[in-house]
C-alpha cells in the first residue's frame, strides 16, 4: 500500500521548441515538425495521414485556431490479436492530460493512472479509468476524463503500444538509461545504457510487476522511450524512412486534431518553453485481501478531495 500527498510537486524544464514538441505525442511531434521544415511531396503525405487518422469527437473546439489554452489527452493503446482494423479495443496503457497555455507559455502535462478507480462516463459502476477506452473508445475517454476533472478536453491522441515498437524498429532502435536490472517478457534488461529494438522497447516500456514504484515506475520508462524515440525520428535515420513513418503512424494513430490545428499549433503556440509533469498521487493501491503479491490485479484509490484539487490546478493552468 502505497500513500502520498497531493497535489504532487512539479518539475520545471525550460524546453527548447523540440522540448515542447516532443511532449505532446509521437504523431503530432513528427507532423509539426514536417510543417516547420520540410515542404513538397512530404508535406502531402503528411496530409494524408492526418486525414487518415482523423477520428472526430462529438464536440468541436476552435481554441487552436483563436490562439487560446487548449487540451489534450494522450493515450497509449494496449492492442489486442484482432485488433489490426481497430475491430477490439485494448485499455489505455497511458494516460495524460497535456494543458497548452499560450498567454503564459506554458505546457502542463498530468499522467493519469490507469488503475485508478472512477466513475466510468454514462456507465452505472465506477472502474478503472482505463477501461473507459475498452467500454467506449476515445470519446467515452475524453467524458470520463472531462466529467473527473470538470474541465472540457479539447483534443485526443492515440498510440497502439504496437505502433511504437514499429516506429522503434522503423529508426533502428532507441537508446534508454536504466535504472535497475529486470527481466521482463524473457528479456534482461541489465542496468545503465541500452539499445533496444521495438519489441525489448515495447518490453521495457511496459513493465510493472518489477518495478518497486508499481505503475508509476512504468509512466516513468514509457515517458523515457517516448523522448528517445522522437530523439531517433527527427534525426537523419528518421527522415530517411519518413514514408514508412507516416505509414506507421496512419495505421496506429487516431485523432481529432486537424490539419487546420496543427498549422495553428506549430504558428502560435511555438513561443512556449516550460514544461511542468504531475502525476496524480495522494491515494493507495488497493489488493485483494490486501495482498503484497504486484502480479495480483491492483486498483488506485484516491479521494474526491485530492481530485478537486487537481480540478482546481487545471483550471488555473488554463485561466488566461
Do not use: C, W
Not at 532507441?174 to 534482461?188: L, R, S
Not at 502525476?279 to 495482498?291: A, D, L, Q
Amino acid at each position: 500500500m502505497n500513500k502520498k500527498k497531493a497535489p504532487s510537486k512539479t518539475k520545471s524544464k525550460s524546453k527548447s521548441k523540440k522540448g515542447l514538441l516532443k511532449k505532446i505525442l509521437i504523431p503530432l511531434l513528427l507532423l509539426l515538425l514536417v510543417i516547420g521544415g520540410i515542404a513538397g511531396y512530404m508535406y502531402y503525405k503528411a496530409a494524408d495521414t492526418v486525414d487518415k487518422i482523423n477520428e472526430p469527437l462529438k464536440t468541436t473546439s476552435t481554441k487552436v485556431v483563436d490562439e487560446k489554452p487548449f487540451t489534450v489527452l494522450l493515450m497509449g493503446i494496449g492492442t489486442q490479436p484482432s485488433n489490426a482494423k481497430r475491430q477490439l479495443r485494448g485499455a489505455s496503457d497511458t494516460m495524460v492530460l497535456a494543458t497548452v497555455n499560450p498567454s503564459k507559455n506554458e505546457m502542463n502535462l498530468l499522467s493519469i493512472p490507469r488503475d485508478m478507480i472512477t466513475p466510468i462516463s454514462g456507465e452505472s459502476k465506477k472502474g478503472k479509468i482505463s477501461t473507459a477506452y475498452t467500454i467506449g473508445g476515445a470519446q467515452k475517454s475524453v467524458d470520463t476524463v472531462s466529467d473527473l476533472f470538470d474541465v472540457s478536453i479539447d483534443h485526443y491522441v492515440t498510440l497502439n503500444m504496437d505502433g511504437l515498437e514499429q516506429l522503434v524498429d522503423a529508426v533502428d532502435g532507441v537508446t534508454v538509461k536504466n535504472t535497475f536490472e529486470f527481466t521482463q517478457d524473457g528479456f534482461n534488461f541489465p542496468k545503465g545504457s541500452l539499445t533496444l529494438s521495438g519489441e525489448k522497447a515495447l518490453s521495457y516500456s511496459l513493465m510493472r510487476y518489477n518495478d518497486p514504484n508499481d505503475d508509476f515506475g512504468r509512466q516513468k520508462r514509457q515517458r523515457q522511450t517516448v523522448d528517445a524515440l522522437f530523439v531517433k525520428l527527427v534525426s537523419a535515420k528518421g527522415l530517411m524512412n519518413y514514408n514508412a513513418i507516416m505509414d506507421i503512424i496512419g495505421e496506429n494513430v487516431t485523432t481529432n486534431i486537424s490539419m487546420k490545428e496543427i498549422f495553428g499549433i506549430a504558428k502560435n503556440y511555438r513561443n512556449i518553453k516550460t514544461v511542468k509533469q504531475n502525476t496524480i498521487e495522494g491515494g493507495k493501491i488497493v489488493r485483494p485481501n490486501n495482498s503484497t503479491d504486484k502480479r495480483v490485479p491492483s486498483t488506485y484509490v484516491i479521494s474526491d478531495k485530492y481530485i478537486k484539487e487537481y480540478s482546481q490546478l487545471l483550471k488555473q493552468q488554463l485561466a488566461e
